[in-house]
Nanobody
Framework: QVQLVESGGGLVQAGGSLRLSCAAS????????MGWHRRAPGKQRELVAE???????NYADSVKGRFTISRDNAKNTVYLQINSLKPDDTAVYYC???????????WGQGTQVTVSS
């Protein structure tokens, strides 16, 4: 089992920045990728950024150039730096972990990001 705890959400004005954190614990040796997903009101959940064990990163087109995913292996923590926030970025942001061959299996409780115009 892997436990994930997100933090860092909040209310911010358009154009502002936030940094989300996701602290992982438990059987983290089994994890090959960590990702940030979001679910906006009335929309399906989407993967916005992920980081693979080899350091490769992937981003949704809608966030490229504004979101940056990174990790601190010593702290077992993954971060999502969000810049130039837009009202469309308003969503609950979830951290997730993917064990090998299983996809995103472990999920955090989510952290709300609200962007005011």
């Amino acid at each position: 089992q892997v436990q994930l705890v997100e933090s860092g959400g909040g209310l911010v004005q358009a154009g502002g920045s936030l940094r989300l954190s996701c602290a992982a614990s438990g059987s983290i040796f089994s994890i090959i990728a960590m990702g940030w997903h979001r679910r906006a009101p009335g929309k399906q959940r989407e993967l916005v950024a992920e980081i693979i064990n080899n350091g490769d990163t992937n981003y949704a087109d809608s966030v490229k150039g504004r979101f940056t995913i990174s990790r601190d292996n010593a702290k077992n923590t993954v971060y999502l730096q969000i810049n130039s926030l837009k009202p469309d970025d308003t969503a609950v942001y979830y951290c997730a972990a993917a064990p090998q061959h299983l996809g995103y299996t472990y999920w955090g409780q989510g952290t709300q990001v609200t962007v005011s115009s």
